[in-house]
């Protein structure tokens, strides 16, 4: 792969949008390599593009395997291992909005249900206070239900979806 100017571009821009997400900037960058790369990479591959240690991309490919967003693969005739991203981007987007839901979303819900619980049954707690906890698990129990419900729709109805834009708000007011 050629690393030309906008492609360098992209994966240092993708690369300070992972910090940002929340992930570290190499296995972001990595990630916007594979994504753009035309064909399957070797680590050693990666590391010349980049300019990065072995040892981070090995790790930073892993942490990816693991997200479910790099798979290694193998060409015939030849021993070594290769790396690509998920290309569709809609599967792609799908596997991110599960994995943060899996570390974000899941844990807060069940930190929520646990303190309304809990809330509920202080007498010295104010009635705003639990009225705010209860709005915010409400929230997020809403939010994870919507999740579930998209997340089994077909893609090819999504983005129909998404091309309506505001017009759904209209049907949805009538």
Known sequence: MKMTPAVEKYVLHWGEMGTRWGTNRTVAQIHALLYLSPKPLRADEIVELLSVARSNVSTSIRELQSYGMVRMTHILGDRRDYFESIYDVWELFRVIIEQRKQRE??????????????????????????????????????????????????????????????????????
């Open 105 to 174: 979303l899941n844990p807060t819900l069940t930190m929520l249900k646990g303190c309304a619980a809990e809330v509920e049954a202080e007498d010295d707690t104010d009635p705003v206070t639990k009225e705010r906890i209860r709005n915010m698990l409400q929230f997020v129990e809403s939010t994870s239900n919507w999740y579930e419900q998209i997340s089994a729709i077909p893609t090819s109805t999504l983005t129909k979806l998404m091309a309506l834009g505001t017009k759904i708000t209209k049907l949805v007011k009538k």
